[in-house]
């Protein structure tokens, strides 16, 4: 079994700053793409960024130069800094990751719990 845990959600004014984390846990064999997707009440999850093993990244235009993604593989981390918030980025922020485990060598899709992102303007 393999688990994705998001933290750095929070209530952040427009114009405001912050970090979201998520670290991947269990029988892990390799990683490929990992990415951040949101969820905004009534809206369909959509795609904010991701990033490959090979570090690659794209951003979701409304995204684009105010958000970076980055991870770490030698710990399984993938982080998404959010700069210049503002409130249509209000929704629940979700870690996504394709994982193959040590039993199983195939890639499959992970999703995190989620965490809560609120922009006040």
């Known amino acids: 079994q393999v688990h994705l845990v998001e933290s750095g959600g929070g209530l952040v004014q427009a114009g405001g700053s912050l970090r979201l984390s998520c670290a991947a846990s269990?029988?892990?064999?390799?990683?490929?793409?990992m990415g951040w997707y949101r969820q905004a009440p009534g809206k369909q999850r959509e795609l904010v960024a991701h990033?490959?093993?090979?570090?690659?990244?794209t951003y979701a235009d409304s995204v684009k130069g105010r958000f970076t993604i980055s991870r770490d593989n030698a710990r399984n981390t993938v982080s998404l800094k959010m700069n210049g918030l503002k409130p249509e980025d209000t929704g629940t922020y979700y870690c996504?990751?394709?994982?193959?485990?040590?039993?199983?060598?195939?890639?499959?899709?992970?999703w995190g719990q989620g965490t809560l992102v609120t922009v006040s303007s």
């Open positions: 996504n990751a394709a994982i193959a485990t040590i039993l199983d060598r195939r890639y499959l899709e992970v």
């Open positions: 269990g029988t892990i064999f390799s990683i490929g793409t």
């Open positions: 990033i490959t093993s090979y570090a690659k990244t």
